[in-house]
């Protein structure tokens, strides 16, 4: 690979990408940049890209996790740190269901089947249709009246899980439909039965669409706020909501807002990076055979 | 453990109680410990910003079982919750001897407070009168100042505003006379905001959005004259001020960049703090300028037991607790808003925060019928707020646009019922 | 190692009936050869055998027991696929003892096969690699051991070599061919190509479109073709199919047709007597025309274009409106466009029944 | 016949999980919206005390000159953002489409907008438009320019909401572009340089015509999600000034939650959802009119040689 | 028409050179085969010409035109892809007539051109389909029709019928060939299958590791080949190659192996004289062996394998060590395990250098 050749361009090219590296990341970094600002180098008139960072909002956000006491954070709201790991529990768990359970089905339909593909590709865009807006209040009533979920971590799993679960099967599909049935064929005259064939030989063929597809859960699992908002108590808040209700009429606080923000986003710039390959593919694959 | 009296049956129950993300409850966070340590009932807070608390009570009430056993509610929810039959009628605690407290002297509430946001179903139906009882109990609420720059003030010779033309006036001369300074910063965000900013107006101005026949009149003069306020003043405010909430309206004041602010009393503790502000120490504050009358806002939160709260006593004594003699002049000196008239002649107060005394002034004004809280101001309000901003923003004619609000509420409310018996 | 029947078996794929009731039997311990061109059936009716596919009809026995509704690794078999079908995600060793290894045979004895059947497929070296890390005639020999490895009593091939190129598909060929004078086992092999089926079979059944048309060794169907179907697929280049009519003439009987006029042989005509069909197909193999035209009856063909392969050359003739493939040993190329005179081996001339194409 | 058994109730074991939750937990649900949108239903009723109506939300929402603004709005900011996405994500990837170091890293960088939580994006795009502090302003302040009034003005604020979608969106389409365009038949491009094809109408005539499934589906995707874009704009400009950014998506919401009629947001969006999936439908159809067509062609042609 | 020559064209990728500086000339109006095995550089070559590909140093003349700078549109040449490459979103008469109407001919007469080529290469009823809409022979066609449609000067192709199956790439070599002799342009064919090369190749160029192995007609690759390389790789089954050494005696030449000695013809003896080397190569066709000793040296071989194919059977023997294929014009299936004696026609014995592979 190394001997890899790529063609050359001319400088103005290379002064076009970069401008559009610039605007593509440029509010990211901006957004990094206040979070290190005290608040009044953010409010006064006179911008300076010279300033002296400071972690303060930081301590801020985090002051319930931080092993020293920092000394500028007046009231330390408790409730971020809790926030962050009711995001983290909830993004994941929700995340390896639908990968588990999105894959079966699609397995099934698509080496049993069952229903068309078209089917399934058809309710995977009518319910990507379907604004949260107005789940939001029949999930609330079923959750509470109907299933007595209300509040736990595990009604937020389940509406997620639910939510991604159409769009999962959707890019599945297509990942398993690659893998040639003489394999499964071939396991079942090796004396592997249906579970067998499924765990031991379909599975991690088709890891880097789990991989595509875990990261797009993960993104909606992560960022969701309207649904999470009606059915998190404050034990199960996650982190958008609280994001939300930081907002006050009264303050708003840009460094701090700005800081919560770039926590917010870091886990999924990590697995942005971590399986940016994955992601493209996976991306591709839906969309291109869907 | 050592907690006698009325509090001992309760000691250490937890209650859960839902606030909103305000400075007022931020300050009782500050006095709740003090509750604990005197009652050994534990509390828990939930915090929220106070639209999404909204949400999420209206969500929560429906339930058999609520989280909550105490809840803040902002004062137009008044109307919903009552209607719903979610909250309590407070009666039935204050009968009760093991727990009213006989000291608690509620003549001392602020009456107009009392009336906005605790009482329900008699004149109206959303103000005192005859049939009406009590469901909650004014707490971090709200009325209108004029908070402005002496120095600038001072600076042009401007006299502090006592009537709307004068308001008027300043708010446009000042951005001729300082370079870069905004008149008045105003809230007059599309929707909810530039709602409340005219209705800001309406009420000193002579008008109402409804004649007691709920006849929609917000289109007669007052109304017109109110908008038209309203608007100079944006015209003449800060850069951007179509788009200000409150916060942006704040913090235009509070890093100067315009004169004069007239909102809520809640933001004065953070003007005069100098780590967030740079006009520390040179605002003065004074009564809502009168128009045809005084007509303060009335707003801000009230506390109530749900119906399906679970520990309803104890509930009941922390709402005592709070809004008791002690309990408010503790909330005030940490930085609340007291709802007591006694509160307000506290000198320990007064010293601590030398605008206290305005403020009391200035609650005597205070208009329990500001706006009208029933079930459907929430879609009139709405339909204000997006008509104003349309005003303010596309210059849609202050009459039409009225016109348009008029006939538009009147048909919700006939829906409603409300002329079922005309 | 049973002996394998099929009974009346049949298979629809909803109202497509794709095979037709059919009996077969496979004796113990030979290589068969199902072989017809694609489409034909030749994989249904393996994979019915393998359990892969179940049956619309009649009943399969391995010697006196029926097996129809036993699971696939209920049967005894192994099978090697047409595009081998490795495990991608697991090394050499561990695609060859996955079988095993679902069968909970102990560690050591796995190892043992492995090493032995690795190394008699000359793939020891590779058993650490992963499937994408070798090359296609290795992956083949890994299929192949896969297989051997379970000691199966039947063995089934699907188009083994057909994702091969031409030169290892030759090689491999061989090696199979080997393979099957070792192991002595049942042996079916699924293949559309005549070539495979000639040299691999000792037995070929033949099959077009669903149908069993001949059963027999490579001789037989080469010489003995029940029909003009496998005459012209079985020999390559194919057998050249010219209409024509039979002449009789003093008891000698000739075939006529556009630009020809040829003797049967005493043998051949002595059958043709008793049909009374006078209009056929003539059938003549490219080899059995000679350049030396003494050596048989002559003709003459137009040659149209000459493909010269070095030790022989194959012509593209045309016998009145008719194409004919001749194969000459030339030393030297032909010249296209010239007429030519061939010497036919009348021995080697087949006539066929012109509907029903049966051979008379 | 145990083993059988198993056999034929596999693929139902396999689907159970995913079927019982999607239906519990999603179609369920959405029965509920569907049936709630014959109901005058205010949120502080449960559902069975809310009142039947029938028709009367829909038949009401016609005569909603908001409704009808606001879904005016929403036509006019989907298909804005739309094609300005697919113009400049799909020209992006045609100008980019190059051997050159460093692609991947590139792509990564690109895809980096649109794995930020809407909330995030809109408080970040509200800071960056905020008339004094935000650094649009500041910059063209330090200029010498005037300040630009980005979320105060009707017009205006309707460009600052479709430039943050632009920015947040536009990679996405970049992406799937540059993937097609990668895995486009290189030799068929190479054909049509033989030709005489030049740049122009290589792209034109070759590349886009190719590419064109791929766009399609994703051009479908942008739209549904463009109709549902509801945080950004609500934390940006809460549909203001007037109801210049009031897409529909945040008037259901605002309908649910400040105006309290259940049965009136869910009937709005049962409009939403009939309009999408007449869209997708179309779609649908012609895409497998097109491919049984061209398979029962290519059976003719397999069989006639 | 122009006459193509290269002159000292070389192509690097990086740091690797694939094809080292070389010269090749190619005849105006002939049909020129590149053959050689996968990776030797035969498409770069091709690629190089068309334009598709920058040379990395040399230059290519047309007639006495540089040409290297060109794009390739300029050049006046048409090309066939293996692939086909045919444009999937335009049906077969757009794609015909693509080049035609970049290039701004009028509407009737790019009618006229793609009705004529069409129906010559009998597609015209094919015209309105898209290409995923025909079978892999028609895609062939059309592809064919785009390159005829546009009268370029010179054609090339790129292996354009190793995606055929075979029995359809024997049907579309055989056309191939019949339009050979029917166009008169330069033509420039790749492929790395000899047979295709043999059969319709005027002059076949063999590459082998980016270097021109030998240029020549069939013919003469296939009886004088320059080294083992391309006697090897031109005939099918291949020349089997056996170690021995060159043995004088009386004036007779012989060659001994294990298991043989056969005496050289006169002409291969004389050139053999010349030499010093003793240990060489020995190179025997399959086809140089018969089953009547009497026609040549007798040598006796153990048969391990017997293909029998019908007409004839390849057996693969042992002679010694080594593994020798033999062709025979077998009527009946030979026994493998057998010892048999066959006929070597000394003629067709070829000697080559045992180190540099140099045919003596
Ligand atoms: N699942 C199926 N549904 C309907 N028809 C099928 C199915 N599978 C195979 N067929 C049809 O059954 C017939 C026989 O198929 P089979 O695969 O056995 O052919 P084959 O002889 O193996 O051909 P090839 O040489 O191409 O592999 C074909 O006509 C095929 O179209
Ligand atoms: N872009 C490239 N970068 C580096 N090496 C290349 C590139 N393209 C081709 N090569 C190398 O150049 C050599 C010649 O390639 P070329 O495609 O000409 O072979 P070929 O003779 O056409 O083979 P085939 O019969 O497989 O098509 C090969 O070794 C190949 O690996
Ligand atoms: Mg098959
Ligand atoms: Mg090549």
Redesign the interface.
Known sequence: MSAKTYDKQNPAFYALLVALVVMAIGPIFMMLTTSLKLNVDITSDTSSLLFMPTLHNYETVLCDYLWYEAPNVDYCDKTFGRALVNSLIIALISTALTLVIGCMAAYAIVRFRFMGRDTVSLTTLMMRMVPPAVLLVPVFGIWTFQFGLDGTRGGIILVYVAMNLPFVIWILQSFIVQVPIQLEEAARMDGAGPFQVFFLVVLPIIKPGLAAASIFTFRVAWNEFLLANALADRNSRTVPVTIVNSLTEYDIDWGVIMATGMLLAIPPIIFTFVASRQIITGMTAGAVKG | DGHGGPYAPYAGTTLVINVPAHPHYNAMMKVLPQFTEETGIEVEVDQLQYLKMRERQTLELTKDEGDYDLISYVVFSKADYVFADQLENLARFFMNPKLADPAYDAEDLIDGYVANIGIAGGFKGYLPGATGSLFGIPYGSETSVLAYRKDIFEKHGIATPENYDQLLDAACKIPEVEEGMGGMASRAASGHQASHAFLLHLAPLGGRVFDDNWEPIINNEAGVAAANALKTIVDCGPEGSQTFGPSEAAAAFSQGQAAMFMDSIAFAAGFEDPTKSKVAGKVGYALHPEGVRRGSQTGGFGIAIPKNAQNKEAAFLLMQWLTSKKGDLAVAMAGGNPSRFSTYENAELNAKYPYSATFGEALKYADPDWRPIIPTWGKINADIGTTMSQVLTEGLDPQEALDGVAERARAIMDEAGYYTWQ | MPRITFDQVRKAYGTVEVLPPFDLALNDGEFTVLVGPSGCGKSTTLRMLAGLETLSGGEIYFDDKAISTLEPKERDIAMVFQDYALYPHMNIAKNMSFALRLARVSKSEIEEKVTRVANMLNIGHLLDRKPAELSGGQRQRVAMGRALVRDAGTFLFDEPLSNLDAKLRGKMRTELAEMRDTIDKNMVYVTHDQVEAMTLGERIVVMADGLIQQQGTPEELFKQPVNKFVAGFIGSPTMNFVDGELVDEKGQIWVRGDGFMLPLSAETSSRMKQGATKDVTVGLRPSSFSQDVTTGAPIELKVVVSEYLGAQSVLVTHCGAAEVLVETQSAAPVKSGTIQSFGVNTDEIMVFDKTSGLRL | ?Q??N??RL??????A???I??G???L???G??IY?SFLDW??????GEAEFVGLRNYTKLLTDE?FRESFFVTLKFASIVVSLEMLLGVG?AL??D????GM?T????????M??????VG???R??Y????G?F??TLK?WGFE?I??????SW?FASVIIADV?QWT??IF??SL??LQ?L?Q??M????????NGW?LIW??KL??M???LI??L??RL??A??V??VILVM????????T?IL?LR???T???????GE??A??NY??IL??IL??AM?LYN?AMEA??AR??AA??A??
Request: net charge positive; charged share 15%; no cysteine.
């Open positions: 016949m083993t059988a198993v056999n596999t693929p139902y074991l396999f689907l999980p995913a079927a939750v999607m519990v937990a999603l369920y649900p959405v509920y919206m709630a205010n949120p502080s009723q449960r559902i908001a992006l100008l980019l190059r051997n050159i170091r991947s590139l792509r990564t960088l690109f895809i980096l907008p794995m930020i939580a809407p909330i995030v408080l970040m795009w800071y960056m905020h008339p004094t502090v650094i302003n500041r330090s300040p009034p980005w979320l105060s003005d009707g604020a920015w990679p996405f992406i799937l993937a097609a895995s038949p030799s068929a190479e054909a049509a340089r033989i030709d005489g094809a109408q005539f070759v015509p190719l064109m499934p791929v589906v994703t479908l995707l549904i999600d109709f549902k509801l945080e400009t809460n549909g203001g000034p007037g109801l210049s009031e998506s259901i919401s605002r649910a939650s400040e105006f309290r009629e259940l947001a869910a709005m969006s939403l959802l999408l999936m997708t439908a649908f497998k067509r061209a062609l290519r042609a397999e006639d040689l």
